[in-house]
């Protein structure tokens, strides 16, 4: 299957703080019917902890237009990235 993604993002940088704060909207759309499969809506933040260590948390909302067994509707997510 062909899917289009569409992300529009908000974030702001708190300056001296670490934290920055964001929302965003995904649309999957399948391109052979030119429906929308799936939408997600989440917001959370990201925290620097120094230069190579990020650490995020969110809450995201899924809407689904067909079945998806794999996911819910509802998700909370914890995040660690590491830059070598």
Request: glycine share 4%.
């Amino acid at each position: 299957k062909n899917y289009l993604r569409s992300m529009l993002t908000l974030s702001y940088k708190i300056r001296k703080s670490g934290f920055c704060p964001f929302a965003y909207t995904e649309v999957s759309m399948i391109r052979e019917k030119d429906a929308v499969d799936k939408i997600r809506f989440s917001t959370g933040s990201n925290y620097q902890l120094n230069p190579n260590n990020n650490l995020q948390l969110y809450y995201r909302y899924h809407i689904f237009n067909v079945d998806d067994p794999v996911n819910y509707r509802h998700a909370i997510g914890i995040c660690y990235t590491h830059r070598f």
